[in-house]
């Protein structure tokens, strides 16, 4: 079955670094992923998207990447700062039989930031 | 988001006991979601719809019922609540097939 993984569990980076989290999923299918990130208390935050006839996409500190050949998306963060300090989520647009489009979600990296 | 409202943002209840969590939303969005989150896992979609007529299960819906009351309203009912079901309860929506799915804030409900 589809599933959508996090490699890391715990990613711990010191302040000024840039971070790097990834992603591997497993539906071939899916033309659409999301980074979304998770602050403690809250509600997930849409970061960035990226669709599966792009390979990347940038935003304000934060670039997307995807490898469709290996299945793989990752996350970076140029010049990490603590208030990045959250659980980042990866998720796929999964477009099953009969599916209209549903998100699944990987476990989830938690992104520590060193002062 | 401010556009996605939940209520309440927090509850504890007993075992055995109805509760309903509400979601709103001012964006005008066709589709929304109830999701649940436990800790240290991602999110698991409890069920979702894509109009006020449309109401499909998710991965995990057996214990919970829904009511879609208007575009903007979408509530999630534990008909008798049990233990298991503590957990971080969250509302998305989104504006059509593919699109982003923009969060509330959840609930935090306690089954004693």
């Known amino acids: 079955g589809e599933s959508v993984g996090l490699h890391l569990p715990t990613l711990s980076v010191q302040e000024g670094d840039n971070s790097i989290i990834n992603c591997a999923y497993s539906?071939?299918?899916?033309?659409?992923f999301i980074w979304y990130k998770q602050e403690s208390g809250k509600g997930p935050q849409f970061i960035i998207d990226?669709?599966?006839?792009?390979d990347k996409r940038q935003g304000q500190r934060v670039t997307v990447l995807l490898n469709k050949t290996v299945k793989h998306l990752s996350l970076q963060i140029a010049a990490t700062q603590p208030g990045d300090s959250a659980v980042y989520f990866c998720?796929?647009?999964?477009?099953?039989?009969?599916?209209?489009?549903?998100?699944?979600f990987g476990q989830g990296t938690t992104l520590q930031v060193k002062p | 988001d401010a556009d996605v409202t939940q209520t309440p943002r927090n509850r504890i209840t007993k075992t055995g006991k109805r509760i309903m969590l509400e979601c709103s939303q001012t964006k005008g969005h066709d589709r929304m979601y109830w999701y649940r989150q436990d800790p240290g896992l991602g999110l698991q979609l409890i069920y979702y719809?894509?109009?006020?007529?449309?109401?499909n299960k998710g991965e995990i819906s057996d214990g919970y019922s829904v009511s879609r009351q208007a575009q903007a309203k979408f509530s999630l009912s534990l008909e008798s609540a049990i233990p298991n079901q503590t957990a971080l309860y969250f509302c998305?929506?989104?504006?059509?097939?593919?699109?982003?799915?923009?969060f509330g804030p959840g609930t935090r409900l306690t089954v004693l």
């Open positions: 719809s894509f109009d006020v007529k449309d109401i």
């Open positions: 990226i669709r599966s006839n792009m």
């Open positions: 539906n071939s299918a899916s033309d659409y």
């Open positions: 998305a929506t989104s504006g059509s097939p593919g699109d982003t799915q923009y």
């Open positions: 998720a796929e647009n999964y477009h099953g039989s009969g599916n209209t489009g549903k998100l699944i």
